[in-house]
């Protein structure tokens, strides 16, 4: 079946990025000159996806401003003739962004939770909203539609990490003597230490759904960290689907992290013509 659908949350509080997600959400931030989400969205697209939900938060409605058409600001350039920054402005003009309000920030469970309309009943892709990839061939969340179409079950995007990471992930549980890069799970570990985590595969906000998670979701109890955990609903819908990871080739970027941010500015700076010279001759004056 294929994937129509993508559903990105960006309703979180970003404590992690404070105290600028007191004003602006997180997914605003700017890699250079455009919003991190702006990524997200665009990833969904190029992977065929023609229906995106975007799951805000009731205060950072300039999300949606973004995608939006400014019709002063387009005004503004027709008139001084700025052809090249009227383009710009109109990328998103013609594409619709649904969107969802989540009032109360009770976790990522809970805020693809209010998806659940907008699902119905098919297969669904969920793309963090703070989770940025670059794939050199293909878009990140294209790789896990192409497993999914194989195997038809809830599909994790995983990725390796260090032995010192495992403990700020979840870390992916697999049935033994499978030969990778797509595993089936027995479940996953939240944030385990590295001498008793079962993988170094890590759960890194790219995922496609069947729609019977939503029948796990409405019951969902809280859990770590007094919030309704996505990955507890997954889990207690392994008693009808099969849960498969998969070791996403594309480069992730957690930008909710502020390392991980610098990170995002410096490698997409690095890839691109017109800004690359610039920012190596950053880091040479810098280095030393
Ligand atoms: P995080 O775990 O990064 O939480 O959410 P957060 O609140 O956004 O950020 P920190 O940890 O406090 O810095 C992962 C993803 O889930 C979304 C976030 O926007 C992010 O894309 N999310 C999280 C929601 O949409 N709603 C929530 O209630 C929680």
């Known amino acids: ?50 229906e995106i939900l975007l799951i805000i938060s009731p205060h950072k409605k300039e999300v949606l401003d973004y995608f ?26 013609d594409i619709k962004i649904n969107y969802v309000i989540q009032y109360e920030q009770l976790g990522l469970g809970h805020a693809v939770l209010h998806a659940k309309d907008f699902v119905g009943e098919e297969p669904f892709a969920v793309l963090l909203g703070d989770d940025l990839f670059y794939g050199e061939n293909k878009p990140a969340i294209k790789e896990l539609i192409e497993v999914f179409s194989q195997y038809d079950s809830h599909i994790l995007g995983t990725m390796t990490v260090s032995d010192e990471e495992t403990i700020k992930y979840g870390i992916a549980d697999p049935i033994l003597n499978q030969k990778g890069p797509v595993y089936e799970l027995k479940g996953f570990v939240e944030k385990p230490k590295p001498e008793v985590a079962p993988s170094r595969s890590a759960a890194c906000g790219r995922y496609i759904l069947k729609p019977i998670i939503f029948k796990y979701l409405e019951t969902q109890t809280r859990g770590v960290g007094g919030e309704i955990q996505l990955t507890d609903a997954i889990l207690n819908s392994t008693k009808e689907t099969k849960l498969y990871s998969y070791d996403i080739k594309a480069k992730r970027y957690d930008i909710g992290s502020k390392d991980g941010y610098l990170k995002a500015i410096v490698e997409f700076a690095l890839r691109r013509d017109d800004l690359r010279d610039k920012m ?8 030393n």
């Open 1 to 50: 079946m294929k994937i129509k659908k993508a559903v990105i949350p960006a309703a979180g509080f970003g404590t992690r990025f404070l105290p600028i997600t007191k004003v602006m959400s997180k997914e605003l931030l700017p890699i250079i000159d455009r919003p991190a989400i702006e990524y997200v969205v665009k990833e969904a697209i190029d992977a065929g996806i023609c």
């Open 68 to 93: 939006k058409a400014n019709k002063i600001l387009e005004e503004f350039l027709i008139e001084k003739n700025n052809t090249e920054g009227l383009k710009l402005i109109r990328e998103y003009n």
């Open 280 to 287: 190596l001759k950053i880091i040479d004056e810098n280095s």
